[in-house]
């Protein structure tokens, strides 16, 4: 999912950094107003999990790998403003001393890594757990299927932006398949583990997750957490 340089046209990157600035923007003023002191330490240990999440996984002919993204996760867990925030350290920290992905397409990656979790996920995760019992389970669920449409929608837009402006000299058609074949099977995996990590923290630190105290509701936590 990591663009590289030279894989998409200047217009489209120049767009992508546009969209990624303004929004980054709005994220990081929403955070400074909502975060507290308790989601500084989690962030922190989110960055370097989620850094471990990225690691590629399935290769994909067009000159990128499959991975993990872990967006939806760090909206759950850190709401959609943080959320973008922390995935975006993590973004910029895998292009400089990774090597995944371009400098020059670092807005592109942005927006496809961090801003859709927040702008498709997170509120699919909402919309879910209006409908689903409010009940950890529930919840876990909802988390896990916001993780997947998160997934193929940012496969989508990857997919679009190569349509707009791709320069790798590769056929549309075998970015898109290649692209959305992949990350169909990486989707079902994030699920997984987003429900699973996000079920497993309910059971024993309800106060971790952000998004089940969304609407007035709490879960309890054992061992006298609140």
């Not at 999912?1 to 894989?7: A, L, N, R, S, V």
């Not at 200047?10 to 909502?34: E, H, N, S």
């Not at 169909?184 to 987003?194: D, F, K, N």
């Amino acid at each position: 999912m990591h663009i590289p340089d030279g894989f998409v046209s200047p217009a489209v990157t120049v767009a992508g950094a546009v969209v990624a600035v303004a929004g980054l923007a709005l994220c990081v003023r929403r955070a400074g107003l909502d975060v507290t002191q308790r989601q500084l330490p989690l962030a922190g240990l989110a960055a370097a999990f989620f850094l471990v999440l990225g690691a590629p996984i399935i290769p994909v002919a067009v000159g990128t790998e499959g991975h993990l993204l872990g967006g939806t996760l760090a909206v759950a867990l850190l709401g959609p403003w943080l959320g973008p925030v922390v995935i975006t350290v993590v973004t910029v920290v895998q292009a400089l001393f990774l090597g995944d992905g371009g400098l020059s397409t670092l807005g592109i990656n942005v927006v496809n890594l961090a801003l859709v979790p927040a702008a498709v996920g997170y509120p699919v995760l909402l919309g879910l757990r209006k409908v689903l019992p409010r009940r950890p389970t529930g919840t876990s669920v909802a988390a896990g299927i916001a993780a997947v449409v998160s997934v193929l929608a940012a496969a989508a837009l990857f997919t679009a932006e190569y349509a707009l402006g791709g320069a790798a000299g590769v056929p549309l058609r075998t970015v898109a398949i290649s692209t959305m074949g992949v990350y169909a099977l990486v989707a079902v995996l994030e699920g997984l583990v987003t429900a699973l990590v996000v079920r497993g923290l309910l059971a024993v630190r309800a106060d971790l997750v952000q998004v089940a105290r969304v609407g007035g509701n709490r879960y309890s936590a054992p061992h006298g957490a609140p």
